[in-house]
């Protein structure tokens, strides 16, 4: 519980030491590693984001209040600051499936598009009406 109010205050250095610290005791655990990527994204460590992001879709299966929805979330902005643009719409996709009322994960879908600086009205009329 702590580890997780301290990520809410961005705290984010203090947090990760937290979730290494639990990915330690219980290295399989999908809550802990996704929220380890949350906070590795925040911190633009993209490369170790995505690897703990993974880690957590193919861990435990125990997410908690959240689903591995907020998982493949994460996983398509890890992706976005790696410049793996379509990599990152596909994450975005499964997680949107997933929860169909995941606002980030439409954010991160049209992100590729923002970071790459080659906006699409196309894209943004179908993310609204689609």
Do not use: H
Not at 30 to 35: D, G, P, T
Not at 37 to 43: F, I
Not at 94 to 106: C, F, M, Q, V
Request: proline share 2%.
């Amino acid at each position: 519980m702590f580890d997780r109010l301290l990520e809410q205050i961005y705290q984010d250095a203090r947090a990760l030491t937290a979730y290494e610290k639990a990915v330690q005791l219980r290295p399989t655990e999908s809550l802990a590693l996704v929220n380890q990527c949350a906070v590795l994204n925040r911190l633009w460590r993209f490369q170790t984001a995505l690897t703990a992001c993974d880690s957590a879709l193919k861990g435990n299966g125990l997410w908690g209040n959240s689903s591995s929805a907020y998982a493949w979330s994460q996983r398509s902005s890890a992706l976005l600051g790696l410049k793996q643009y379509e990599d990152a719409v596909a994450s975005a996709e499964r997680a949107i499936a997933l929860t169909p009322s995941n606002a980030e994960a439409y954010n991160y879908k049209s992100g590729d598009r923002y970071w790459d600086g080659a906006f699409s009205s196309r894209r943004v009329i179908e993310m609204k009406y689609c």
